[in-house]
């Protein structure tokens, strides 16, 4: 908002820093909740198909930015 509505000055590449500290701090907060419900999680991860037996990859989306980075 800083940077559109007051014009402050930035780098070329200030998105992008933006973005990666969003998905940093977003991942603590997912990883914190997983901490802490881990029954949610696995329910969630089982209802999606997941096989538990290995680590489940995370699914790519190239219509559209992941939540992560989403504001």
Known sequence: MTVYEFHIDVTDDW???LNQSRAE???????ALVREYPDLAWD???ESGAD???RPKRPHR???PGVLVKY
């Open 52 to 54: 538990l037996a290995e």
């Open 62 to 64: 190239s219509d559209r």
């Open 44 to 46: 969630a991860l089982t």
């Open 25 to 31: 701090y977003r991942e603590r907060q997912l990883k």
């Open 15 to 17: 998105e992008k820093h």
